[in-house]
């Protein structure tokens, strides 16, 4: 189990930027696989972005592709969401979350996570 705190929510208007961060306690084997998750009033969690740690490369919900960048630090602990032409739409709870590296995870099946934090809020005005 690892402890994650989210920070870099805010309000911002649309077509503009925010980046988000995500700093865990460690990093343990069962803990490898990042991710970025959302979640709107009266909506599901969805999954927005996801990374392996020490991996470069991420994965993206079909919504954010092009427009999201998740990235982690050379130290493995803290995970990195830049968000670019944000829309009104991506305003929610962003969470971010650690689970193993597995085909659930990469489908962003939530319970394949089973770390969280408590969460930071975005707000996109039009």
């Known amino acids: 189990q690892v402890q994650l705190v989210e920070s870099g929510g805010g309000s911002v208007q649309a077509g503009g930027s925010l980046r988000l961060s995500c700093v865990s306690s460690?990093?343990?084997?069962?803990?490898?696989?990042m991710g970025w998750f959302r979640q709107a009033p009266g909506k599901e969690r969805e999954g927005v972005a996801a990374i392996g740690r020490g991996s470069s490369i991420g994965r993206y919900a079909d919504s954010v592709r092009g427009r999201f960048t998740i990235s982690q630090d050379s130290t493995k602990t803290t995970v990195y969401l830049q968000m670019n032409s944000l829309k009104a739409e991506a305003s929610a709870m962003y969470y971010c979350?650690?689970?193993?590296?597995?085909?659930?995870?990469?489908?962003?099946?939530?319970?394949?996570?089973?770390?969280w934090g408590q969460g930071t809020q975005v707000t996109v005005s039009s």
């Open positions: 979350a650690a689970g193993r590296y597995t085909a659930a995870a990469l489908n962003f099946d939530s319970a394949a996570f089973p770390d």
């Open positions: 460690g990093y343990t084997y069962s803990r490898n696989y």
